[in-house]
Structures are given as C-alpha cells and as structure tokens.
C-alpha cells in the first residue's frame, strides 16, 4: 500500500507561481511505475494534468499546462513535484497526486492504483 500526502496549495494571483509536493511513502518496482498529477475544478470532472516515469524521468503534460507546469521527482525521497508558473484563474481546482502504471503519453484514472486527498489551489483576476 502507497500513501501519498500532497501539499503546496494555496491562494495566488494570476501571473504567480506555487510549488506543489506529493511525498509517497513506497513505491513500486513495474517498470511501467509513474506518478502522476490530476485537478479537478469546482463542478467538473478530474482530469489529467501531468505525469513522470519514475524509472526513465520522462514527463509529459496535458496541452493546457505544457510550457507553464514542470513535473520533478526525487528518486530518493520518493517525492514529485508540480512547479506551476504562470498561473491563471482556469487553473483554480483541487489538485490530486496518484501514483500506478503509464503505458502512454498521459496518465489515465483507471491505471491509477493510489490517490492523496487533494490540495487545493486558488488563482484569482
């Protein structure tokens, strides 16, 4: 079992930047292994956002994000990272970290083994 703790959010300005961490307390030896970053705005669905493979280091981005949002990890606290720039009111949502398998260039929920609670994050005009 993979317990995974988010922190990071909070009230920003649009333009501002914030720092999301998720610290994992295993993880698994799959090669497929990845973690991944999801949100969900206030009455929409969760979607993804982005994700690394673990063992390679590759990332990958939804097209809303890309360029704005860099994902990070650290092998050997078993932490990720979202550096988030650039933000803008549409990226106000709660932001949840997962960890499970990617056999693609986005992380899908249902290859999503382990979910943190969520932190949430408030950009405002």
């Known amino acids: 079992q993979v317990q995974l703790v988010e922190s990071g959010g909070g009230l920003v300005q649009a333009g501002e930047s914030l720092r999301l961490s998720c610290a994992a307390s295993g993880r698994s030896t799959n090669t497929n292994y990845a973690m991944g970053w999801f949100r969900q705005a206030p009455g929409k669905e969760r979607v993804f956002v982005a994700t690394?493979?673990?063992?390679?280091?590759?990332?990958y981005y939804a097209d809303s994000v890309k360029g704005r949002f860099t994902m990070s990890r650290d092998n050997a606290g078993n932490t990720v990272y979202l550096q988030m720039n650039s933000l803008r009111p549409e990226d106000t949502a709660t932001y949840y970290c997962a960890a499970g398998r990617l056999y693609t260039n986005y992380a899908r929920e249902r290859d999503m083994d382990y979910w943190g609670k969520g932190t949430l994050v408030t950009v405002s005009s």
């Open positions: 690394i493979r673990w063992f390679t280091g590759l990332t």
